[in-house]
């Protein structure tokens, strides 16, 4: 155990444990990628936060969660804030038409990225509505890990969650692109499906076409209710994107995050919602609060005299993030993922402290997520590397003591 006194987090240290049977053990519960291509994926400890943290971390959630429900119905079909939030004109038609979803369930399937320093202090990164991964590392290592070392771990309810919002949706297929070659994306749509009790086939995207309005796999079978590892935005740039938002807006298809989990996803809506809060529109005095509290300043320019942060709104792994010092010079910028900043607007946003962490792998930064599904904050997902939490960073289990 750490002894770190000026941290709220202390690292359990399984170092004295023999790795390769554990990294057995997490493959055969379904995590098959805690080593990638020799590297370790997974660092084998524990980080643990205070019970205190961790309450207001799901209570941060919980309050941010109903603060960007409220701004997607105020953006939904005003085009002039669907351009300024960066959504692909190719969707607009696809957003008007679809119903939006009850308050609080726009997406059944979500992940917050928070920065939680060392003091404790927490503020909140991005929202990934649409898309997230780390299920497999939440739902199913931690818990494992967790009680391995008699460590409380609030995960283990995401199964629960898991297959309440699915015996909604009720998707009869779930997609990623490279099924069956992609470890993570595969694992963690075979986990889902697990996890939901239903019979659901698992398929590559690469594989769907669409014929006169209906999705079909590579078997001719009509695809109506699909899950997909698939972000939306991507339709405005891939070559049948607009035959499949046709499908989407005509109901032959049901996609699951449904449509308007683009909205809660570009990262251009903490910028509308920060907007907003500093002109006193829309938001109760509640709301204002949780804004001051947890939500980073945000905006469509970088109107900065400190440092900050510029990503695009449709930024993912990373990708497209640039750091930026106390003068406004580029300091640091993500090399590994893909820079969406060439394709989508970005924004600009107050950088934030991160916990450190000290690990196997030195001194790390550590990126704290939380699970929203079902409309319940549910699972936390620890990620560590470097400044920038890309494609690079390592899984590592976060439990509560």
């Not at 643990?48 to 119905?73: F, I, N």
């Not at 351009?83 to 059944?108: H, Q």
């Not at 929202?127 to 391995?148: K, M």
Request: proline content about 4%.
């Amino acid at each position: 155990m750490s002894t770190d006194m000026d941290s709220i987090f202390k690292v359990v240290d399984h170092r004295h444990l023999e790795r390769a049977p554990r990294v057995r053990q997490l493959h055969e519960l379904g995590f098959t990628w805690a080593d990638l291509e020799d590297e370790e994926y997974w660092l084998d400890g524990i980080v643990v936060m205070p019970t205190d943290t961790y309450k207001e971390l799901e209570e941060a959630s919980s309050r941010l969660w109903a603060v960007l429900d409220k701004a997607v119905r105020y953006v939904h079909r005003r085009h002039d804030l669907y351009e300024l939030i960066g959504i692909p004109p190719i969707l607009w038609e696809m957003l008007d038409v679809c119903p939006l979803p009850p308050e609080g369930l726009i997406s059944r399937y979500a992940r917050f990225d928070f920065a939680v320093a060392n003091d404790g202090t927490i503020k909140l990164l991005e929202l990934n509505a649409d898309t997230p991964t780390g299920y497999v590392e939440a739902s199913i290592a931690t818990p494992w890990i967790c009680r391995e070392a008699g460590i409380v771990s609030p995960n283990e309810s995401m199964k629960e969650q898991l297959a309440a919002a699915w015996q909604e949706e009720r998707p009869d297929t779930a997609a990623c692109v490279a099924y069956g070659s992609h470890q993570e994306d595969s694992g963690t749509i075979e986990a889902l499906v697990r996890h939901s009790g239903l019979e659901v086939k698992c398929v590559d995207c690469l594989d769907l076409w669409v014929d006169e309005g209906y999705v079909k796999d590579s078997e001719d079978r009509v695809i109506e209710r699909m899950f997909a590892l698939y972000p939306k935005e991507w339709m405005a740039v891939d070559e049948a994107g607009d035959a499949l938002a046709y499908a989407v807006e005509t109901g032959r298809l049901q996609l699951f995050n449904g449509p308007h989990s683009i909205l809660l996803q570009s990262k251009g809506l903490l910028a509308a919602v920060w907007g907003m809060y500093e002109l006193g529109l829309l938001f109760n005095e509640e709301e204002r609060k949780a804004i001051a509290s947890y939500v980073l300043p945000t905006y469509n320019k970088a109107v900065f005299s400190g440092n900050f942060v510029s990503k695009s709104m449709f930024g993912r792994e990373g990708g497209s993030v640039r750091l930026f010092d106390d003068q406004g010079t580029l300091e640091i910028q993500d090399e590994d993922g893909y820079d969406s900043s060439v394709l989508f607007p970005s924004v600009y946003q107050k950088r934030a402290e991160m916990g450190r962490i000290q690990t196997p792998e030195g001194e790390l930064h550590l990126l704290t997520g939380m699970f929203v599904i079902n409309g319940k904050p549910c699972g936390l997902l620890g990620r560590a590397g470097g400044l920038i939490t890309g494609n690079t960073s390592h899984f590592i289990a976060l439990g509560v003591r």
